[in-house]
């Protein structure tokens, strides 16, 4: 029996990057999805962007396995999107000067045509030094901070920003390295 063939349903190059460092064969379908969810519980708000990547693109698949992953950033409760422009990058970093946040991940792997899923979230803990406001100027002067959820990337430029860690480093890159292993092995797509 022949392993069934993996697609990534997603744009992000970092997704991309990681699934390759793991040598899954894959291929990517970017998603159209609408990432204005109306839903306040961060958790939920993860799963349902994750879900709805893969609906997006579950019709041109005719069999294997879909993975989609949203990554999001929470701080008082509220979900931090990706800054629009420079004002909003500088308010978002400022606001996590100095503070502790959650990266949540929601993961939804879904295989065709037998239309089983697994679901779930990783959550990793991460805390910023006291940034002054040069070293946020310089930051969002930058292109890294706006194609990332709480813009910042922890993989590059901003990881001088990190105080501390508690979870998955992955997931805060964009991609819950174990919990990925742990859905596809429920589909037989590793042994």
């Known amino acids: 029996m022949s392993k069934p063939r993996i697609y990534l349903a997603s744009k992000s190059p970092r997704r991309k990057m990681l699934l390759g ?51 999001i950033v ?38 065709i045509p037998s239309r089983k899923y697994f679901k779930t979230i990783e959550k990793t803990i991460v805390r910023f030094y006291r940034l002054s406001r040069q070293d946020i100027i310089n930051y969002i002067n930058s292109d890294e901070p706006y194609d990332k959820a709480g813009g910042y990337g922890i993989q590059s430029k901003a990881g001088r920003f990190i105080e501390s860690i508690n979870g998955c480093y992955y997931n805060v890159v964009g991609l819950p390295i174990t919990r990925l292993l742990t859905g596809l092995k429920k589909f037989a797509v590793i042994i």
């Open 21 to 71: 460092q793991l040598r899954i064969r894959f291929q990517t379908i970017v998603p159209d999805v609408n990432e204005e969810i109306n839903e306040k519980n961060p958790d939920r708000f993860a799963i349902k962007l994750a879900q709805e990547k893969v609906r997006s693109v579950q019709t041109r698949i005719k069999q294997g396995v879909i993975i989609g992953v949203d990554t």
């Open 74 to 111: 929470v701080i008082d409760n509220e979900i931090l999107g990706k800054p629009g422009s420079k004002k909003e990058a500088y308010q978002i970093i400022e606001r996590l000067s100095g503070r502790t946040h959650q990266v949540i991940s929601g993961l939804y792997i879904l295989s």
